[in-house]
C-alpha cells in the first residue's frame, strides 16, 4: 500500500467512525472502495453549506434498499394522472380543477388545460404542493393543502397496472429494489348506530373486547364481506401479476388499510376486513391506519382505535401493523393530543413500527418511551412530508433524538408525487441538514430490508442484492472521488 493511500484511509476512519462499515461480502479493494466513499461523503457533508449538487450525485447512485412508508396515489406525479385523464378522454373542470367525466360549458381537455399556462400551474399547486412555499397568493393552510390533494387525483389513480410500473420504473432509476406501498383500503364497511353508542361508553379492554366480539359475529355474517376481500385480493394480484412487478432488480409488496376519521363501526369493520386480507394473502404484508391524525374523530377516538388494533392483533396474530402515530406538533392539536399517541400505538396497538413520531418530545415519560421504541419497533422518518404538513423541520426534528439514542430508522418519501420529491431527496436532506456518517446512511439503506414486512427468504434475497449494489457503488465513488478530490 502506498503512504499516502495508507494515510488517507487512517484519517477516514478517524473522520468518520467506520472501522466497521462493512456490510456484506469483504474483499481487500472494496473495503479501500468503502473508505474513499464513506471519506467523499465526509468531504462533501461538511461546513456550513453542504454540497447539494454532489449530494444529489451521490444519493441517486447509492443503493437505498426500500422505501418503507409509501402512499401508492400519493406517491404518482400530477402530470402523470393528467396523461391518465387524457387517455381517459376525461375533461378537467376549470371552476373546481376537479376531473370530470362529461364535456360542460366549465369544463376543457387535458390538452386545453396544458396550453393554458396559468390555469395548468394553478392545478398543479392544487393537486400537489407545488410552488406552496417559493411564492405568495390565497393559500390553504399546508396540512388542509396536503389531503385536499387527494380529493383531486383520486378520480383517476385507479389504474393501479399502469401505477405499479410508473413506480418500478421510478424506483430503478433511483437504485431502489423494494417498495412497500399502502395501496388502497380492502372497500368494506359496515355501519351499526348501537355498536357506535356502546363504543363511546366501553373503554375497559375487557368490555370492549366482548363488544368487538359480537360486532365481529355480526360482520361474519354478511355474505358481502367475504366476497369484498376475495375481490380486492385478486384486484391486487391480477395488477401485480399482470405487469410483472417483481423481477430480478426490483419488488413490491402492499399494504392495506382503514381510514381514522370515521364511526366506530365503520372503522373497526374496515379494520377487521384488512386484517383478514392480509392473512389471505402473500402479497400482503401489513396493516396501516390512514387520514388526518389530527381530524375531530381521530384525536376524539384515539384511544378506542388502539383498542380495535389490540383486539385484531390478538386474533390475527401473523398480520404485521405499520401505525402512523404522532404526526402532530405543538399548535395543531390541544397539548393533551400530544401525550400518548405513540405510546398507545406501541404499547396497546402492538405497532411494529411507527410512521412520523413527530410528537415524542411531548409523549408522556418521553424518555422511557424512547426506550421502548428502540428494543421494540422502528421510526419511519418522512423529512419532507414532516416539514410541509407538520412545520416541523431542522433542529426541532426528533430525528436527532432517535438517532442519537440508536433506535432502528428507516428513511422514507411517504407521498413523493404531492410534495414532489423522491427517496434519493430525503437522503440528501437528510444529511445535509444533519451530516450522519456514511456508515449509518448505509445502515439506514439495509434498515430498510431488515425491518420491512418481507418473508426472511425475500429479506436474505435483496440483503444479498444490496450487498452486491453497494460494491459497485463504491467502487463507482471512489473512483469519481479519485478525480474530483486530487
Ligand atoms: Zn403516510
Known amino acids: 500500500m502506498k503512504p499516502k493511500l495508507a494515510l488517507f484511509i487512517v484519517i477516514a476512519f478517524s473522520l468518520t467512525g467506520c472501522s466497521h462499515l462493512h456490510y456484506g461480502s469483504s474483499s481487500g479493494n472494496a473495503s479501500i472502495n468503502e473508505v474513499k466513499t464513506a471519506l467523499f461523503f465526509n468531504n462533501i457533508i461538511e461546513g456550513e453549506s453542504p454540497n447539494i449538487a454532489q449530494l444529489n450525485i451521490f444519493f441517486s447512485e447509492m443503493p437505498k434498499g426500500g422505501d418503507l412508508h409509501h402512499h401508492y396515489s400519493g406517491s404518482i406525479y400530477v402530470e402523470t394522472y393528467l396523461d391518465w385523464a387524457e387517455t381517459n378522454n376525461q375533461h378537467i373542470d376549470t371552476k373546481t380543477l376537479k376531473i370530470s367525466n362529461d364535456k360542460t360549458d366549465t369544463t376543457v381537455t387535458v390538452n386545453e388545460l396544458r396550453s393554458d399556462t396559468a390555469l395548468y400551474r394553478r392545478l398543479l399547486t392544487r393537486w400537489s404542493d407545488k410552488d406552496y412555499s417559493n411564492h405568495y397568493h390565497l393559500e390553504l393552510a399546508p396540512d388542509t393543502n396536503f389531503f385536499n390533494t387527494f380529493g383531486y387525483f383520486g378520480y383517476v389513480s385507479g389504474s393501479y397496472e399502469q401505477g405499479l ?32 353508542e356502546n363504543t363511546k361508553k366501553n373503554y375497559d379492554y375487557k368490555e370492549i373486547s366482548s363488544l368487538l366480539d359480537g360486532q365481529l359475529s355480526r360482520i361474519d355474517g354478511d355474505a358481502s364481506f367475504k366476497k369484498k376481500i376475495d375481490e380486492f385480493i385478486k384486484g391486487i394480484e391480477k395488477a401485480h401479476e399482470g405487469v410483472s412487478v417483481d423481477d430480478d432488480q426490483f419488488m413490491m409488496r402492499y399494504q392495506t388499510y382503514a381510514s381514522r376519521n370515521s364511526t366506530p363501526s365503520v372503522v373497526f ?56 402515530a404522532g404526526e402532530l406538533t405543538l399548535g395543531m392539536v390541544r397539548p393533551k393530543n400530544l401525550n400518548f399517541h405513540i405510546s398507545q400505538a406501541l404499547h396497546v396497538a402492538g405497532a411494529q413500527r411507527i410512521g412520523h413520531g413527530v410528537d415524542l418530545p411531548y409523549e408522556e415519560d418521553a424518555i422511557d418511551l424512547l426506550e421502548e421504541i428502540k428494543k421494540n419497533s422502528v421510526v419511519e422518518i418522512n423529512l419532507t412530508s414532516n416539514e410541509f404538513i407538520l412545520g416541523v423541520k431542522g433542529q426541532e426534528h426528533p430525528y436527532l433524538i432517535y438517532s442519537v439514542y440508536d433506535v432502528p430508522i428507516v428513511i422514507c418519501t411517504d407521498d413523493s408525487g404531492v410534495s414532489r420529491n423522491n427517496l434519493t431527496r430525503e437522503y440528501v436532506l437528510l444529511a445535509a441538514r444533519y451530516k450522519p456518517s456514511y456508515k449509518t446512511v448505509k445502515k439506514y439503506a439495509y434498515n430498510s430490508i431488515k425491518y420491512s414486512f418481507l418473508s426472511d427468504v425475500d429479506q436474505k434475497t435483496l440483503i444479498k442484492s444490496l450487498d452486491q449494489r453497494f460494491e459497485k457503488f463504491e467502487s463507482e465513488m471512489a473512483k469519481y472521488s479519485d478525480r474530483i478530490m486530487k
Open 269 to 324: 369493520s374496515a379494520l377487521y376486513a384488512a386484517f383478514k386480507a392480509v392473512e389471505k394473502s402473500e402479497l400482503l404484508v401489513g396493516v396501516n391506519f390512514v387520514g388526518p391524525e389530527n381530524g375531530v374523530v381521530a384525536i376524539e377516538d384515539y384511544k378506542l382505535h388502539m383498542q380495535f388494533f389490540a383486539y385484531l392483533r390478538k386474533r390475527f396474530p401473523g398480520v404485521n401493523v405499520a401505525l402512523h
Open 165 to 196: 410500473m410508473v413506480l418500478k420504473e421510478r424506483a430503478i432509476k433511483e437504485n431502489v429494489s423494494y417498495i412497500e406501498t399502502m395501496i388502497k383500503s380492502v372497500g368494506y364497511s359496515h355501519s351499526d348506530t348501537v355498536f357506535d
